[in-house]
T-cell receptor, first 108, second 110 residues
Framework: DSGVTQTPKHLITATGQRVTLRCSPR?????VYWYQQSLDQGLQFLIH???????AKGNILERFSAQQFPDLHSELNLSSLELGDSALYFC???????FGSGTRLTVV | EDQVTQSPEALRLQEGESSSLNCSYT??????LFWYRQDPGKGPEFLFT???AGEEKEKERLKATLTKKESFLHITAPKPEDSATYLC???????????FGAGTTVTVRA
């Protein structure tokens, strides 16, 4: 157990729908990073939050958004889902970049 | 933009057959180079961070080295449990995100 908790582990949804992925960082970590891993693109950085503030954005689609709450957990919201959004979504926390076990999103 | 290229894409080894994985990188300024191990369907597991050319780190059968242009992950006398995808990532001095390579999938046969 890495200490980074992601829920749900699996999610199957239809095109056009909206989903929310949740990440609780390791105790004491203020930073949360979101990454997307697809078969054809590898691990891609999406967004970084530090203590509730957005610090950096990567190749994150406008249909995607995130936030970090006062208790430091973070949520990644994916809307108007397309088949190509099917992927593993990971969060990582802290300067040690400890990754969670991911959420597998399947869009059908 | 940061670039990370890993080779080979796949590596099949016999148990006990040592080998090396390569990670070539291009960054404007290197804050750190990271190695991870990833098992199918799991999150990346942190192995090493290297910060400057000439640095080496070891963990069990794994040893990572760093030059100004590339890093190597040496696997000595591998066992079947070392089978996994090994990911290399760089952190640019300008920010904190990681830019990953595509990975090398290592299969060790008993």
């Amino acid at each position: 157990d890495s200490g980074v908790t992601q829920t749900p582990k699996h999610l199957i949804t239809a095109t056009g729908q909206r989903v929310t992925l949740r990440c609780s960082p390791r105790s004491g970590d203020l930073s949360v990073y979101w990454y997307q891993q697809s078969l054809d693109q590898g691990l891609q950085f999406l967004i970084h939050y530090y203590n509730g503030e957005e610090r950096a954005k990567g190749n994150i689609l406008e249909r995607f958004s995130a936030q970090q709450f006062p208790d430091l957990h973070s949520e990644l919201n994916l809307s108007s889902l397309e088949l190509g959004d099917s992927a593993l979504y990971f969060c990582a926390s802290g300067t040690g970049y400890t990754f969670g076990s991911g959420t597998r999103l399947t869009v059908v | 933009e940061d670039q990370v290229t890993q080779s080979p894409e796949a590596l099949r080894l016999q148990e006990g057959e040592s080998s090396s994985l390569n990670c070539s990188y291009t960054v404007s300024g290197l804050r750190g180079l990271f190695w991870y191990r990833q098992d199918p369907g799991k999150g990346p597991e942190f192995l090493f961070t290297l910060y400057s050319a000439g640095e080496e780190k070891e963990k069990e059968r794994l040893k990572a080295t760093l030059t100004k242009k590339e890093s190597f992950l040496h696997i000595t006398a591998p066992k079947p449990e070392d089978s996994a995808t090994y990911l290399c990532a760089v952190q640019d001095a300008g920010d904190y995100k990681l830019s990953f390579g595509a990975g090398t999938t290592v299969t060790v046969r008993a």
